[in-house]
Every structure is written in C-alpha cells, then in structure tokens.
C-alpha cells in the first residue's frame, strides 16, 4: 500500500506518467535546502527482447524536463532517497530484486484498491471507471490550469502543444467565475437604485 500511496503522490504532485515515476533515479531528485526538484529524464518500458527496462528518455526526448515538487511530494521523494536500496539502475521505485518495475504492477494494485474501496470512493463522488494513476496526472495538470494558465499546465505535463493538453488533461471548468457578476454590477449599478416607492427601481429611475 505505501507504495501505490507513494506513486499516487508523486503523480499528483509533478503530473508525471506513470512510467516516468518508476523511472526516477536517486540522482533525479536534487533538494536544495526547502526546495525538492525531480527531473524528469526516463520513463519504464516493456519489450519482447529484454522485457522491462528503463529507458534514458520519457515518452519522446522534447519531455524531458525539471519540476519543483510541492511538499506533499517532496515529502515522498526525499524519503525514498533517504531509504535507498543499491540497484543497478539506482531506482527509487525497484522491484524486491532491484529491477525496474512494471508499469502494470502499479495498475494492478490501483484496480485492487479500486475494488477494495469501491463504496467509499463512490461516497466521494469519484467515478470509478475514471480512477486510475492516469487521473492524478490529469487533476495536477487541470489544478494548475484553473489557478494558472493553460500554458504551465502544458509544461508539467510535457507536451508540446496547448492543444494537446487542454483536449485531453484538462477538465472543462463548468462554473463561470463570480468576477463576471462583479463588472457587471460595476458597469450597471441597477442593484443599488430604489424605486420612487421603495420597490425596485422602475425604467423610469434606471435611466435617471
């Protein structure tokens, strides 16, 4: 469990693919005083050949990239690094015998905690055909978006076009800020006239 929770938190942390957290070496995370930078320079993969392996780049070269990590994650990565066990690949994330892990391990036991936790998770209102690793990357990417702009969401997830994330990341924001409300409160002051008879102000007083 400490594991699946520790992944989770990455993922949400830095909008980082699943492949690309397993693939975090010690030397990928550099603190610095209070701040927790991880650089995103690998991703795991799975071929007929030599089954699973790291490879030294993400999913295309241009995602390589390097994201301060807020303290809910910081928090995991630093212990990791702290926790350390010697594997060929210096991975944070190995398997017992220090070997990359698989990208379906980490799906396995998100479905198990899935079924496990079904009717809490429904009490939250999560949907469960969505709850999958790929939804903390997509929450990190839509959370920076609604406080920022479209384009640092672009940045933490990796792509190369706005396009891109904006189609398939970002969650359509369906309430209208309140600061529409406010200019137009402020351009037509209707709300703070009365009317002649104390009611609402008539035409007539709007266009006084």
């Not at 672009?154 to 529409?180: C, M, Q, S």
């Amino acid at each position: 469990m400490e594991l699946l929770i520790d992944v989770c938190l990455v993922m949400l942390g830095t909008s980082m693919r699943i492949g690309e957290v397993l693939a975090l070496r010690k030397q990928d995370v550099v603190v610095d005083g209070d701040l927790t930078r991880v650089k995103v320079q690998g991703t795991i993969s799975e071929t007929k050949k030599y089954g699973i392996i790291r490879q030294s780049v993400p999913k295309r070269e241009r995602q390589i990239r390097s994201i301060v990590a807020p303290r809910f994650a910081a928090r995991v990565l630093r212990r990791r690094v702290v926790e350390y066990q010697e594997n060929t690949e210096d991975l944070l994330f190995p398997t017992r015998r220090g070997t990359p892990r698989s990208t379906h391990n980490i799906g396995r036991l998100m479905r198990g905690f899935r079924e496990q936790n079904a009717e809490q998770l429904e009490a939250l209102g999560i949907d469960l055909a969505t709850f999958s690793t790929r939804a903390f990357r997509k929450t990190a990417a839509t959370t920076v978006f609604a406080s920022t702009e479209i384009e640092l969401a672009r940045l933490l997830l990796g792509h190369a076009r706005a396009e891109t994330t904006f189609a398939h990341y970002i969650k359509p924001n369906l309430d209208v800020p309140g600061i529409t409300a406010d200019v137009l409160d402020a351009r037509y002051p209707f709300a703070d006239l009365e009317g002649a008879d104390g009611g609402s102000p008539t035409l007539a007083d709007r266009y006084q």
